[in-house]
């Protein structure tokens, strides 16, 4: 039975040591095989824009999950990227609704490697690692608005509770417990404004730029 020879395939591929692998890394065998070309650890691989943009939404509470319907337009914003137009349709749907045309690309899905249509066909997609993603990050409206919203919905939930809604991001976030470290971090972060909201914004931010929040191990 076909059906039954693409069961039994997934599985053995499944249970093989090489798709179990973990991606941590051993130095004994970064410098024996550095490229990884053995398979002796799973690469870490960057998560699509469509992604990226989507978990932002979802984490803040903000995703609007209706399907069908038409395209959300995009806008011109002042410094000439293109966005989201509010005006004309829910800028929080899923990317796959977003309007996408070769000279209208979307601007922060545009930074990390969205199809823009130009390109021939490609069996796999390109995964760059540059600066303007990081000031992406910074400085693109969906990421200030999707942080204050998730901070927002923070606070609110711990009822005011810094050091709760500090745990709670990452368990939102990361689907785990923060790291001794990553307190740490947390604990200076709270400097950065007098504003509670405003600190947890901020260190919102720095946790969806983390590769935590945009790598798959």
């Known amino acids: 039975d076909h059906g039954w020879?693409?069961?039994?395939?997934?599985?053995?591929?499944?249970?093989?040591?090489?798709y179990r692998q973990s991606s941590a890394e051993d130095p004994s065998r970064i410098a024996a095989d550095p490229s990884n070309k053995l398979l002796w650890r799973k690469a870490p691989v960057r998560l699509e824009a469509e992604v990226i943009r989507d978990s932002m939404l979802q984490v803040s509470?903000?995703?609007?999950?209706?399907?069908?319907g038409p395209q959300l337009p995009l806008k011109r914003a002042?410094?000439?990227?293109?966005?989201?137009?509010?005006?004309?349709?829910?800028?929080?749907?899923?990317?796959?609704?977003?309007?996408?045309?070769?000279?209208?690309?979307?601007g922060f899905l545009h930074a990390f490697d969205c199809p823009d249509m130009t390109s021939d066909s490609q069996s796999q997609r390109f995964r760059s690692a540059l600066p303007t993603q990081s000031l992406a990050l910074l400085n693109n409206s969906l990421v200030r608005r999707t942080s204050?919203?998730?901070?927002q919905q923070l606070l609110e939930a711990n009822h005011g509770n810094l050091d709760q809604a500090i745990k709670r991001t990452f368990e939102t976030a990361y689907s785990r417990e923060p790291y001794p470290e990553e307190l740490d971090l947390a604990k200076r972060a709270k400097s950065l404004s007098?504003?509670?909201?405003?600190?947890?914004?901020?260190?919102?931010?720095?946790?969806?730029?983390?590769?935590?929040?945009?790598?798959?191990?």
């Open 5 to 18: 020879d693409v069961k039994w395939l997934n599985k053995q591929i499944m249970m093989s040591a090489v």
């Open 61 to 68: 509470g903000l995703l609007n999950p209706e399907m069908f």
């Open 78 to 106: 002042e410094d000439g990227q293109w966005v989201e137009d509010e005006k004309k349709g829910n800028p929080n749907r899923r990317s796959v609704y977003l309007s996408y045309a070769r000279t209208r690309p979307e």
């Open 148 to 151: 204050l919203a998730f901070a």
């Open 194 to 217: 007098s504003d509670p909201k405003e600190a947890l914004r901020l260190f919102i931010q720095g946790i969806m730029g983390a590769n935590d929040f945009l790598y798959s191990f």
